[in-house]
């Protein structure tokens, strides 16, 4: 059985892909790419709005989705593009 809830394994998740793009952020030419799907499902808001900050404070470019625009709340003071996907069409919001 696991000794995790499936936020707090989320959260984990998040813990460590952050310290593995630092890492190749510092030892490689280039910084990583983050693709981040559904961050928000299976968090409650406090741990949804640290897991975003600490993806974001890492120097490189990262993509985030959700199913609502509201679920991705804490990323609205950084730059951003914000693109709609239905029905297999992009749309640029």
Same mark, same amino acid.
């Given at each position: 059985?696991?000794?995790?809830?499936?936020?707090?394994?989320? *959260? /984990?998740? /998040?813990? !460590?892909?952050?310290?593995? /793009?630092?890492?190749?952020?510092?030892?490689?030419?280039?910084?990583? !790419?983050? *693709?981040?799907?559904?961050?928000?499902?299976?968090?409650?808001?406090?741990?949804?709005? /640290?897991? !975003?900050?600490?993806?974001?404070?890492?120097?490189?470019? =990262?993509?985030?989705? =959700?199913?609502?625009?509201?679920?991705?709340?804490?990323? &609205?003071?950084?730059? &951003?593009?914000?693109?709609?996907?239905?029905?297999?069409? !992009?749309?640029?919001?």
């Amino acid at each position: 059985k696991s000794c995790l809830s499936r936020g707090q394994t989320k *959260l /984990a998740v /998040a813990v !460590i892909v952050a310290a593995i /793009a630092k890492l190749i952020g510092v030892t490689s030419e280039k910084p990583p !790419i983050l *693709l981040i799907d559904d961050l928000a499902s299976e968090l409650d808001q406090s741990s949804k709005l /640290a897991a !975003i900050q600490l993806l974001t404070s890492i120097k490189t470019q =990262a993509f985030f989705t =959700a199913i609502e625009y509201n679920m991705l709340a804490g990323l &609205q003071d950084l730059p &951003q593009h914000l693109f709609h996907v239905e029905q297999g069409k !992009i749309s640029r919001s």
